[in-house]
């Protein structure tokens, strides 16, 4: 079942990108541990190059806040020691080719290993986690990073707001800091979940979303993913991974599929053709239902095989009281998405996955965690807040230890060199204050902010 509360998510927050950057640095001072170091004589952020700065469509407020970037727990992360209800899993030995030793990030210590043993694949999935819709995500994946002892996130994954269909085209102060990102190594994946409806939150009938299926279904709303697969193009990530739809099994979107699964197929198809139309794509389309039966069988909209590339699945630890056990021989649960999906010829994923109603579950973390190096999906990405994720939300401390010990260090030896991308340029900044250790977030956000972001190392004296 899709979690009831995913009309407030943070990740429907598009403000623009260097509104969202600025808003979270620029809260700076003895009291926040930031400052932005800006070049003599600067007194506000360098306008990013050739990048129009429209106006974004309001969104939602989240009912849960992310924390800021900068807390305690960046500098020396302080997880208790838990006491994990799990099973005993036989250890696999570490593969000689990666490296535990992570790569210092300028301005924070090294972090320690975590002081509890959990087996460690090297061949596994490509992986990410969910921190924020906007260039505020993508600053803090290399905080992440740091958290997990320099382990390479590779998947980027946000959300394009539902409110209109402006949003769902995509707007390109939007999207421009993700593509970026993605553009600045080659073995870099971009996700992004694209709704199919505008409105797309706001309680429509079945009746009102029978009639918008069928008008989908008969070509009416072509144009706007013509214009999303164009723009996308443009910003040179004809590669991204497309989740359309998604938990369409549920009853909480417009785009969900229970009232008409057929025009809901035909639509899906549909918008797959037009956007494969555009020249120079090579959109790969994820097929993302939440983890069982839900409003309706899953398997009653899946499309087909010929505009399906990759059979996702949203799976939460929910409902309160089952197990990990239940949630994969559950019909419909993860057991049988793998199944399909072998029988289908397809790649799976886990777009979004977390905790959700049973809590600090130190088990279902190592269990979930265990499952994806055993089927190896293409990729997978934590949703990171309260109350699933485990980096920022301080309710989980036990969970965290499991992801962190699990991922600590992990990278991919085989992946290709990085390409060098040509950047905004940037006038050099001034020496850190005293005190003061800068922080290497890159030269696109540096160029967000005006400057680079110190942490001050007296923080805690204020």
């Known amino acids: ?27 700076t001072g003895p009291a926040s541990g930031l400052e932005v170091m800006r070049p003599a004589g600067s007194s506000a952020p360098v306008p990013p190059p050739a990048v129009p700065a429209p106006s974004v469509p309001s969104v939602r407020p989240p009912a849960v806040a992310l924390p800021a970037i900068a807390t305690p727990t960046i500098p020396t992360p302080a997880i208790p020691t838990p006491v994990i209800p799990t099973p005993t899993v036989p250890t696999v030995p570490a593969d000689p080719g990666v490296s535990l030793t992570p790569p210092a990030l300028p301005g924070l210590p090294v972090p320690t290993p975590p002081n509890i043993q959990v087996p460690l694949l090297a061949n596994g999935s490509a992986f990410g986690a969910f ?6 995500g993508v600053a803090r994946m290399g905080l992440l990073s740091h958290w997990l002892g320099g382990a390479e996130l590779r998947v980027g994954h946000t959300y394009l ?12 102060s939007f ?16 996700v992004l979940n694209v709704p199919l409806q505008e409105r797309n939150e706001d ?18 709303f072509d144009h706007h993913f013509r214009a999303l697969a164009e723009r996308l193009v443009r910003l040179k990530v004809p590669d991204t991974v497309l989740v359309l739809g998604w938990e369409m099994n549920g009853s909480t979107y417009t785009h969900r599929c229970g009232p008409d699964p057929e025009s809901w197929k035909k639509y899906w198809n549909r918008i797959v053709t037009t956007m494969r139309s555009v020249p120079g794509q090579r959109f790969r389309f994820d097929f993302a239902p939440s983890r069982g039966l839900d409003a309706v069988a899953w398997t009653k909209c899946y499309p087909g095989d010929a505009t399906v590339d990759i059979l996702g699945m949203d799976s939460y630890d929910q409902p309160a009281g ?20 072998k029988a289908h010829g397809k790649p799976i994923s886990y777009p979004e996955w977390g905790l959700f109603r049973n809590g600090d ?22 949703t990171d807040y309260c109350p699933h994720g485990v980096w920022q939300c301080a309710a989980n401390p036990k969970s965290a230890e499991v992801y962190r010990a699990h991922l600590f260090g992990r990278t991919d030896q085989t992946a290709p060199a990085p390409v060098p991308t040509p950047s905004p340029t940037v006038p050099t900044a001034p020496p850190p204050p005293p005190a003061c250790s800068p922080l290497d977030l890159g030269s696109w956000v540096e160029h967000w902010l005006g400057g680079k972001l110190c942490v001050r190392l007296d923080w805690w004296s204020h």
């Open 131 to 136: 921190l924020s819709s906007d260039a505020l």
């Open 203 to 220: 309680d429509v009938s079945d009746g009102d979303v029978r009639q918008l299926l069928r008008q989908g279904a008969a070509g009416r």
């Open 361 to 382: 579950n130190a088990e279902y973390m190592q269990r979930m965690l265990a499952w994806m190096d055993e089927h190896k999906p293409l990729y997978n990405t934590l």
């Open 1 to 27: 079942m899709a979690p009831v509360h995913k009309r407030a998510r943070v990740r429907r927050l598009a403000v623009g990108a260097a509104a969202a950057v600025a808003s979270a640095a620029l809260a």
């Open 322 to 341: 089952i197990s990990f056990d239940q949630q994969v021989r559950e019909p419909y649960g993860l057991q049988a998405h793998v199944d399909f999906a």
């Open 175 to 190: 999207l421009d800091v993700w593509a970026h990102w993605r553009n600045e190594r080659t073995d870099r994946m971009f």
């Open 161 to 172: 707001p539902g409110d209109s269909w402006r949003d769902i085209e995509g707007a390109p």
